[in-house]
């Protein structure tokens, strides 16, 4: 079953969940379904349910529309550091047990029948998502930050995302802040942004001055009812993320800096926090540099179907989008 001429298939691969959509070349959304990550239980189990997501997808594309076939080509966001060229995870950390080393582009391609799978690291597509259809359109040098389950980033210079030799351009979460000096980070390091400023150290930290939660929906709760303590928190990881940010926009002078993730539902304290420490720490010619709340809703998933997206009327299969470079 497959979607029509003009509309692409995406999934994301996250920490916490998974999700995959059709896409037309317009950037709309046609279908899309959810579900959470089975992380624990492994790469085979988090790859079938990948591919069932894919399948769930196209077969709702195929009932709105009436068409039948298969699937043609995929594109994947996933979290870790991604070998393209090989469409193998290089590393990971904790969130994905067991993910470094998994041949994910094979592995999918094999659970889909034997169709053509492009791999990319889940920030780089959110970058393709945003560049194309969201708060980056238009810009040709940016940066895009995802705060959640980790914090990633993805650097794109003249419209094409830097990858780097090592397959590492863009790992916002793993830049030295003072904020994080001794805190652990998933990464087996210390003194990371990981380490303050992702979802789950969030939650730690509201945990560790006596607050009651488990998750960010919890902690979201707890600032949204006026909690002083989740609100320090947030503040707290919001002002080591605008340090980062001053620091990365000092070598990369980008047009603008876009920030997503599921930790931007907790409110506006994380941002409004990033906005001042960055204002303050920044150069003085970078202290009014735009830093936009993402704006293109399941950005992962979109962003991996951009790259295998035909343009209208086409049946070469050239995948259209934003291009990534080394």
């Known amino acids: 079953m497959s979607a029509p001429p003009a509309a692409a298939v995406g999934l994301d691969i996250g920490g916490t969940k998974m999700c995959a959509v059709a896409v037309t070349a317009a950037g709309t959304v046609l279908a899309s379904r959810e579900v959470p990550t089975p ?70 391609a094999h659970r889909l029948g034997g169709i053509p799978v ?14 194309l259809w969201g708060a980056a359109a238009g810009a040709r040098g940016y940066l895009t930050v995802t ?38 980070c998933p990464c087996g390091r210390s003194g990371h942004l ?34 002083d303590r989740a609100r320090q928190v947030v503040r ?28 931007l539902d907790i409110g506006d304290d994380l941002l409004d926090a990033a906005r001042a420490s960055l204002a303050v720490s920044a150069l003085p010619g970078l202290a009014g540099l735009p830093v936009l709340r993402a704006t293109v809703r399941d950005a992962g998933a979109v962003g991996a179907a951009s790259l295998v997206l035909e343009p209208a009327g086409s049946s070469s299969g050239h995948a259209t989008g934003v291009p990534c470079s080394a």
């Not at 080591?240 to 002078?253: E, I």
């Open 118 to 131: 492009t791999l990319v690291n889940d920030v780089h597509a959110v970058a393709l998502a945003e560049g």
């Open 147 to 184: 705060v959640g389950t980790g914090v990633g980033g993805a650097v794109v210079v003249d419209g094409s995302v830097v990858v780097g030799r090592r397959h590492l351009a863009g790992h916002v979460g793993h830049v030295s802040v003072p904020e994080a000096v001794g805190e652990p």
């Open 236 to 263: 707290h990881a919001g002002a080591a993320l605008g340090t980062a940010l001053g620091s990365l926009a000092a070598a990369l002078d980008p047009e603008v800096v876009v920030v997503g993730g599921g930790a």
């Open 194 to 227: 990981e380490a303050v400023a992702s979802g789950p150290a969030m939650v730690a930290a509201y945990r560790g001055l006596g607050g009651q939660a488990r998750t960010g929906h919890d902690l979201a709760r707890a600032v949204a009812r006026g909690d």
């Open 39 to 108: 992380a624990s239980q492994g790469p085979d189990a988090i790859l079938d349910a990948g591919a069932a997501l894919v399948r769930g997808v196209v077969g709702m594309v195929a009932a709105i529309s009436g068409t039948t076939g298969p699937v043609r080509r995929l594109g994947v966001g996933t979290a870790g550091v991604v070998d393209r060229r090989t469409g193998t995870i290089v590393a990971a950390t904790s969130a994905l047990p067991g993910w470094a080393g998994t041949a994910v582009r094979a592995e999918l």
